[in-house]
């Protein structure tokens, strides 16, 4: 017989070899998007601040606790500003933008509330930031900068006095001339009104959400259930309970006590301001009520520059020429029957931060240290170490009694 050719026979070894070798898939498979580590990573921080956000709604309570004992134990803490200077102010900073942060989540929480602007009426403080934030995103942004610039301003003047009293005087100028340039943008932005302190809405608390179910709340109705109990502890009757309908969680006011109707009517009784349109609870500067609120956003920085002028920290022209601006300003803002309460509210809180003028500069040097000096040696020793701590703090920092 004749033997197949040699291609038929490599052919054949061939088939055989593939028939008798087991066919395995191929180990390469496909990253789907939910198995890439890179994208998983990424998506990380988001459900972090997510759930940090839903953490501090739900806990807002003991979150304002905690912000103040940290500022606190910022001031308390003997010796803090000589030895560790830095360190306590960056812990201070730090306590003071996260709060901020804190105020936009639970403002944004508050928002989220259908049944909270029927519940309670805002102060006047609150609706005219409110408005102004939600028009005006513009002002809302401006407003953040002026708030973290005075939370850091501190901290940046004590990172620049290592450098030299040089560079230290041209950063305090520098931040004065920022707050002042935002300030002038959010008056122009807000059509000339008055600027409110802080710019930015307040920290409001949180109602906590009910969730008692059908049951529950027939329990309690029929007496079943234990009745509840105050902030003290005592146990309130059943006229001082609120109860949330079932079905549309809207809640009924408490009831009067029987001897004090009066004082119940009165708290349900809207005010002029209640009604207002938020932008109208400031009304529009006057032309002198624009120099005297000019005047007064300016008179910072023209102190600062004097002062870093000044060889002499007894020298009265520094102070004399910042207190004769304010002032000027106080003369010449409006006043009259037209004036809100909201207004009055701002110049009272003016009025108040004017007495840090007691704590600066020549007044400082040569009247109020030796007054508290003379305090300071009547006291135990740890208030007195405290009082000497801020004594160093009064004599080698300007933003130290910066309104």
Not at 247 to 258: A, D, F, G, Q, Y
Not at 313 to 334: C, F, H, M
């Amino acid at each position: 017989m004749s033997m197949p050719p040699d291609s038929l026979r490599k052919g054949a070894n061939t088939t055989s070899t593939t028939a008798s070798r087991p066919i395995t898939k191929s180990t390469t498979t496909t990253t789907t998007p939910s198995q890439n580590p890179i994208r998983s990573l990424v998506s990380m921080p988001p459900k972090w601040l997510y759930m940090y956000s839903d953490f501090i709604t739900k806990n807002a309570h003991q979150v304002s606790q905690i912000e103040s004992a940290l500022r606190s134990l910022t001031y308390i803490i003997p010796g803090r500003f000589r030895d560790a200077e830095i360190a306590s102010e960056t812990v201070h900073s730090g306590v003071q933008l996260l709060a901020l942060y804190h105020d936009a989540v639970l403002r944004n929480a508050l928002n989220k509330i259908p049944s909270l602007p029927t519940a309670r009426i805002p102060g006047p403080h609150a609706r005219y930031t409110r408005f102004w934030t939600a028009k005006s995103s513009l002002y809302r942004r401006i407003a953040l900068l002026l708030q973290i610039v005075q939370y850091t301003e501190m901290l940046w003047e004590m990172a620049a006095k290592r450098r030299g009293e040089k560079i230290r005087w041209r950063v305090v100028i520098i931040l004065e001339a920022l707050k002042a340039i935002c300030r002038l943008l959010l008056m122009r932005i807000t059509s000339s009104r008055p600027l409110v302190t802080p710019p930015l809405p307040e920290r409001e608390p949180i109602p906590v959400e009910d969730d008692q179910s059908d049951e529950d709340v027939l329990k309690e109705l029929m007496g079943e259930e234990p009745p509840e109990q105050g902030m003290d502890g005592s146990v309130k009757e059943a006229h001082e309970r609120e109860w949330a309908m079932p079905r549309t969680k809207s809640s009924l006011p408490s009831l009067p006590n029987p001897g004090d109707v009066g004082s119940y009517l009165q708290s349900r009784v809207l005010t002029a301001d209640d009604i207002k349109p938020a932008a109208r609870l400031l009304n529009t500067l006057s032309r002198s009520g624009r120099a005297a609120e000019i005047l007064h956003i300016l008179s910072p920085l023209v102190y600062a520059v004097a002062l870093s002028r000044s060889k002499d920290k007894k020298s009265w022209a520094p102070w004399v020429i910042g207190l004769s601006i304010e002032y000027t300003a106080r003369q010449l803002r409006d006043r009259g029957f037209r004036s809100t309460s909201l207004e009055q509210e701002e110049w009272g809180k003016r009025y108040w931060a004017a007495g840090w003028w007691t704590m600066r500069g020549a007044f400082y040097e040569n009247v109020t240290k030796g007054l508290i000096t003379g305090v300071r040696r009547r006291m135990p020793s740890l208030v007195s170490g405290i009082l000497e701590d801020y004594e160093y703090l009064w004599e080698n920092y300007y933003f130290s009694t910066s309104a």
